[in-house]
T-cell receptor, first 113, second 112 residues
């Protein structure tokens, strides 16, 4: 079955600390992978996406993600978290960039000053 | 360019009533999608329009849900009659072929 797992429901970090949000997927075809962020009262904003090529993908707001096919993972990282990064983060997989997406349950990030 | 706009942002209705959600995609975007997030769970696909045609409606939960896209522009999602389990956040997204989605800010529906 096709699925996305985000094992961490809630993560709390201090401002300035590094961050890694985990994402594992199960998908029968070549995956197209996405990370979205939702801040309070806002829509889902695309942080970054992986279609092919370099497995380390750079996104907006200083985020990056690494695709590891052998581990079926696409973890999101940021070297130094800012208070404004507090939001909910969603990993998603699809097989074409205009096809339907399968989302994980999300990880809520809380940032302490 | 203007983003994807959804109306209303919040709606509270009683069980058995009808609610209509509206989505205005980015101008020129042929693809329009509806997704739903029930509280605490994953965001799930409902359906996909290409212009005015339903390309994929495999995620529609039951026949109480009716989606339309007039003239390939805005779309409506009607729930009739609403049930308690329909509560959640309904997202709309649009795209052009070969590009990623742009999501709206969602409509939070509460059925009491």
């Amino acid at each position: 079955a096709q699925s996305v797992t985000q094992p961490d429901i809630h993560i709390t970090v201090s401002e300035g600390a590094s961050l890694e949000l985990r994402c594992n997927y199960s998908y029968g075809a070549t995956p197209y992978l996405f990370w979205y962020v939702q801040s309070p009262g806002q829509g889902l904003q695309l942080l970054l996406k992986y279609f092919s090529g370099d497995t380390l993908v750079q996104g907006i707001k200083g985020f990056e993600a690494e695709f590891k096919r052998s581990q079926s993972s696409f973890n999101l990282r940021k070297p130094s978290v800012h208070w404004s990064d507090a939001a909910e983060y969603f990993c998603a997989v699809g097989n074409y960039n205009t096809d339907k997406l399968i989302f994980g349950t999300g990880t809520r990030l809380q940032v302490f000053p | 360019e203007a983003g994807v706009t959804q109306f209303p942002s919040h709606s509270v209705i009683e069980k058995g009533q009808t609610v209509t959600l509206r989505c205005d995609p980015i101008s020129g975007h042929d693809n329009l999608y509806w997704y739903r997030r029930v509280m605490g769970k994953e965001i799930k696909f409902l359906l996909h329009f290409v212009k005015e045609s339903k390309q994929d409606e495999s995620g529609m939960p039951n026949n109480r849900f009716l989606a339309e896209r007039t003239g390939g522009t805005y779309s409506t999602l009607k729930v009739q009659p609403a049930e308690l389990e329909d509560s959640g956040v309904y997202f709309c997204a649009s795209s052009t072929t070969g590009n990623g989605y742009t999501f709206g800010s969602g409509t939070r529906l509460t059925v009491v």
